[in-house]
């Protein structure tokens, strides 16, 4: 690569720094360029300069458009296209982890709307409805194991988990015990017509 000279005129100063496309050829038209005393043998020389990068840069860009595939990724494109322009293709840190988009999820996916009084009012009517008859009714009868059995082969499995973690496989292949315990925590949630929290 010839280093920069001082004479040269501003407009062709960018030409001469390092180019991908710059060959012996280039070398060539920048030595007779050089030698060159008259402005217009001068102007002519630097045009035909420029013709040929520019004809180097075009067979160049033909050549990575020809061999690139998009069929399975567009990656290879955008590298080479940023090569082309010069912008630099760093990977750059992405501020944003997955748990901080999992809890933003979570937390505009609550109703924040609720009146928390007239929820313990509605509560305490059924519990005192519930203690006032004595007998438990109809609907707070504690599940059975044929109810549990068939409200498991209703999951659909392949799903995304829940905010608990439990994948809808895993209560599908579960045993005998966990089932029991499934049962008797979801009849005591009916019963005291509360849910966990969690």
């Known amino acids: 690569?010839?280093?920069?000279?001082?004479?040269?005129?501003?407009?062709?100063?960018?030409?001469?720094?390092?180019?991908?496309t710059w060959d012996d050829e280039c070398d060539s038209f920048y030595s007779a360029f050089v030698r060159d005393n008259?402005?217009?043998?001068?102007?002519?020389?630097?045009?035909?300069?420029?013709?040929?990068?520019?004809?180097?840069?075009?067979?160049?860009?033909?050549?990575?458009v020809a061999g690139t595939d998009f069929t399975h990724s567009s990656r290879k494109a955008w590298n080479a296209f940023n090569r082309q322009i010069g912008r630099s293709v760093r990977m750059k840190h992405c501020p944003v982890t997955a748990n901080s988009i999992a809890y933003r999820l979570l937390k505009s996916g609550r109703f924040t709307g609720t009146n928390k009084n007239h929820t313990l009012n509605v509560k305490r009517s059924c519990t005192a409805l519930c203690n006032a008859a004595g007998v438990v009714g109809h609907l707070m009868t504690p599940f059975s194991d044929l109810e549990l059995s068939n409200a498991i082969k209703d999951l659909k499995t392949g799903k995304a988990q829940r905010p608990d973690n439990i994948p809808a496989d895993f209560l599908k292949q579960s045993g005998q015990k966990c089932r029991f315990w499934l049962r008797d925590f979801f009849s005591t949630c009916l019963s005291h017509l509360s849910i966990p929290k969690i």
Do not use: A, G, Y
């Open 1 to 20: 690569m010839v280093p920069l000279q001082l004479s040269l005129p501003p407009w062709l100063k960018p030409l001469v720094t390092p180019l991908p």
């Open 38 to 64: 008259t402005n217009e043998e001068i102007h002519s020389r630097s045009e035909i300069l420029i013709n040929h990068l520019d004809q180097k840069r075009k067979d160049r860009w033909n050549e990575v």
